[in-house]
């Protein structure tokens, strides 16, 4: 596993104390009274020695999830005396250290201290004072293919100003009175509120939290001074400790939300356990999925600047000739499948990989796939997001055609990521809509060191025709941009690119460097894009197809009075001219190696077709993909009407 290094939290290290300390009176009397025959061999057996699916004990499932890593300096359990011996034996075969068991000396509920001072009693006789602890009831029944705790160290680790709380969303079934509910923050997953049992008119929230907190050793401090202002057991639950330090002693505590739900907790009866049990059994055997495929498409760029992050406006429009396509799968192990043609690893021969080598450069898919999988991870273990612990296999196929400025490499972090969410149970809550388009422009600028900006991961997340608006203003407020679908017909649009483009004759332009530095004529050429793209928004509207040809006629002669011919290539201006001369209206959709247009009069179009196609040009025509769902509409052109 991807391992996060912690050089502020080097030296200090992490002790568990598993808590078994409490007394299932309800559910003990109710299996020494069952008349069914079916629990004799449970009488006397402590809730979590209980068996839960998969044959395993309650307890087994969280000593197997602490015990397979080195992530914790020494783990603690902590029970009473009435249970005592059945642990001693637990522990001796499963090779948990049993004088690392902890007697508090209760034998009933009358008698008990409460789990505050269970912990107290562990910290205090083990001298744990100095280190940072993990605390979990060990008798909560999870589901542990569900989560990998080591993510929730990890994730603990980073946030080194506080302490963490674990927390799920409850099933309709449970009522938030039965545990203790969290408010936590969105955008920092601080805790803002700890609410222990609260009625349903106090709080929306379903987030429920559980004995699962890591505390750092500061907070490990308060606890004495806890109990000394708590002297009744009932007020020293971890609930009531939990809203004493995040309600009123202010302390900083992260919230972090597993996929998997905890039951069995406090006072339970036989017919909990009975239905909890079978409903974990269910989730277990529903557990394997069918693989998920997800498509994204290629795009045009019908108006505005070209995709380098201008703070401009532009139209665009994704088509549904060409697509991306990603499938996952669950699978024993990872593993990334390379694309037979466009990741080779088998050649005909030296020439053979010269050849292509030299046509295609190094540069496939695979490293997308990858590289989004390492930015996933990342984007979760800093949300506090975890991850359900499965592996998986991750293939890929496009017939978006290279090199011509389609956005082919983006559709296929797209469909990724549309995957990756759709299998880790991820939704528009997780990532929005509105910040999907910035992920993958992360993906693809910060891991792969692709130039680009957000235009296309926009058109490719939303679909179907978007007005988008980059504005500084906008873009500072909220982190992104404006986008809207314009519901509007479309005139036929048609697409030529080069059957044989390459890379190596691309000039660079320093339009960019320009722009960053406050050159004029770029800052007021942006300016005169993002009026075109307003102008070509109401064309649209009225379907004014002679104002849009003019309007994308001008759209490309200000990008080549910008950029200059070098830059733009002899081959690109040799597109435009042709469906000029047939009076087609026609710009770049992209950063180069196509041409986009429409022909107001249509005589000309297969005369036309043909002239391409001498050229050694693909041409076809431009099917519209149409969105799943609308955006809400903002009108960005009504001052203009
Ligand atoms: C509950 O958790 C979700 C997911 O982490 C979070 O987005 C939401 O804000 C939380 N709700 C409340 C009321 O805190
Ligand atoms: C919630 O309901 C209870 C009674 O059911 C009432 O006493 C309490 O004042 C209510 N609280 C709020 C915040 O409305
Ligand atoms: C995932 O794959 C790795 C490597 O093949 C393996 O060691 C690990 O046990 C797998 N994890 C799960 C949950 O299957
Ligand atoms: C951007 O969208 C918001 C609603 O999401 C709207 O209130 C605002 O006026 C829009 N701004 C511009 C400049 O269009």
Redesign the pocket.
Known sequence: MYQINFPACEGRGLVCIILTAGHAQKLSKEIQDDKSGRYGHLKGVPKALLPSPQGKRILDHWWDAINTRQLFSNVFLVTNADKYKYFERWATASEFPVENIINDGSTTEANSIGAVADFELTLRVKNLWEYDILVIAGDMLFQDSKFDIAQVIDYFRRKTDGDLAI?Y?MEESEPISSRGI???C?QTNKILKFLEKPLPNV?????ASVVFYTFRSETVALVPVYLGEHLKTTQRTFGAFMEWIINVKKVLVY?M?LPTGFQLIGQVGLKDYESWVSYFANQEENECRDPITMRAYARVGLMGNPSDGFNGKTVSLSIANFWAEVTITESSNLRLIPHPVNDPTEFGSMSDLYGISDKEGYLGGLRLLQATCKKFYYYCVQRGIALTRRNFTLSYDTNIPRQVGLAGSSAIVTATLKCLMAFFDLTD??MSKNLQPQFILDVEKDELHINAGLQDRVVQIHEGLVYMDFSKSLMERQGHGNYSHLDVALPSFFLAYLSNPSDSGRMHSDVSVRWRKGDSEVIEGMQKFAELTDLAAKAFKIADWSALASLMNENFDLRRQLYGDVALGQENLKMINIGRSYGAAVKFPGSGGAVIGFLQDESKKEEMQQHYQREGCVIVDIIPKEPAVKLPYLDPFKELM
């Open positions: 927390y969303d969290v408010e936590v969105h709080t929306g929230s379903r987030n919230g939300k809550q997780d």
